[in-house]
Every structure is written in structure tokens, then in C-alpha cells.
């Protein structure tokens, strides 16, 4: 039996690509941002910037967390926690179905 070769692509072009010619990466934006942030004994990160919430970002969990500044549950907070997480899930930051509310009234 012959050998059988197939190519797949235009004509003349030569699909092999070492990694001398592989095309480059487009180089993102490189961006500093400070933050007043803490990381815990556990790994996860509290960010403190925000007057009203603070985050919390748990990388091994792959959670973020929202927790309210001196007790205060008014309508304001609530949807203060409800924009970030609305930001959070039109970045694709977070998926919708993933988003939990607290046994706290007016807490997510």
C-alpha cells in the first residue's frame, strides 16, 4: 500500500510551523494598580480599598467574596455588593450561576 499524505490549507503554504516561525503573542498592556490589600495566613487576599465592602479574593477556592464595613446592611450596600458583582460577571470575571447570597437579610 502507498503512503497517503494529506495537507489541509492553501496551496503552497507549508503548515508546519517550528517555534522559530510561530507568529508572536500580542503583548498585553501591562497596568499598575495599588491597593490597600493584606494576604492571610491562608493565601486569600482582603482588599480594603472600597469605603463601604470589602473583598475577598480566595485564589485556591477560586472564590470572591464581598463582606460589609461596620455592620451597615442599608439598601446602598446592598447594591453596592450587586454592581460589583454585575461587573464581575459582564468582565466574565465570574460565572452568574455561581453567585450566592447569604443568610444575612439584603447580603449577597
Given amino acids: 500500500m502507498a503512503d497517503l499524505k494529506l495537507?489541509?490549507?492553501?496551496?503552497?503554504?507549508d503548515?508546519?510551523?517550528?517555534?522559530a516561525n510561530k507568529p508572536a503573542e500580542p503583548q498585553l498592556p501591562s497596568i499598575k494598580v495599588n491597593l490597600k490589600a493584606?494576604?492571610?495566613l491562608n493565601?486569600?487576599?482582603?482588599?480594603?480599598?472600597h469605603k463601604d465592602i470589602d473583598?475577598?479574593?480566595?485564589?485556591?477556592?477560586?472564590k470572591i467574596m464581598i463582606f460589609v464595613k461596620n455592620g451597615d446592611f442599608s439598601d446602598?450596600?446592598?447594591?453596592?455588593?450587586?454592581?460589583?458583582?454585575?461587573f464581575?460577571?459582564?468582565k466574565g470575571i465570574i460565572d452568574p450561576?455561581?453567585?450566592?447570597g447569604s443568610n444575612v437579610y439584603r447580603r449577597v
Avoid: L
Wanted: charged fraction near 20%.
Fill in 97 to 100: 450561576s455561581t453567585i450566592r
Fill in 7 to 13: 495537507r489541509i490549507g492553501p496551496t503552497g503554504t
Fill in 15 to 19: 503548515n508546519n510551523i517550528s517555534a
Fill in 38 to 40: 493584606r494576604r492571610t
Fill in 88 to 90: 464581575f460577571t459582564n
Fill in 55 to 62: 473583598f475577598v479574593i480566595s485564589p485556591s477556592k477560586m
Fill in 76 to 86: 446602598h450596600v446592598y447594591s453596592t455588593q450587586n454592581r460589583a458583582f454585575e
Fill in 43 to 49: 493565601g486569600d487576599i482582603i482588599v480594603f480599598d
